[in-house]
């Protein structure tokens, strides 16, 4: 059974930097492609950013450049770098992994101040 458990979150100032964390269990982690979600409240739960199992990336537009998703394999962990935080990258964050797409965390919730 999948496990994912979210971290890292918490409440910074606009212009700050948070870093997520992500451990898996219950699956090949090496071998599954890693997501990042967030949802805002009275919205739909939007992908962030994705990393295959070789290491490439891709963001949403709203985060280029701000956000980096990164993964080590020897801990079985997914990581998002959050850079130049904004307001409106307040939310509640939560890693997927496209091996289990049906499996969430309890998510870990960001919030960002002007």
């Known amino acids: 059974q999948v496990q994912l458990v979210e971290s890292g979150g918490g409440l910074v100032q606009a212009g700050g930097s948070l870093r997520l964390s992500c451990a898996a269990s219950?699956?090949?982690?090496?071998?599954?492609?890693m997501t990042w979600y967030r949802q805002a409240p009275g919205k739909q739960r939007d992908l962030v950013a994705r990393i295959t199992p070789g290491g490439s990336t891709n963001y949403a537009h709203s985060v280029k450049g701000r956000f980096t998703i990164s993964r080590d394999n020897t801990k079985n962990t997914v990581y998002l770098q959050m850079d130049s935080l904004k307001p409106e990258d307040t939310a509640v964050y939560y890693c997927?992994?496209?091996?289990?797409?049906?499996?969430w965390g309890q998510g870990t919730q960001v919030t960002v101040s002007s």
């Open positions: 219950g699956m090949i982690f090496s071998l599954a492609g």
């Open positions: 997927n992994s496209l091996a289990s797409p049906s499996s």
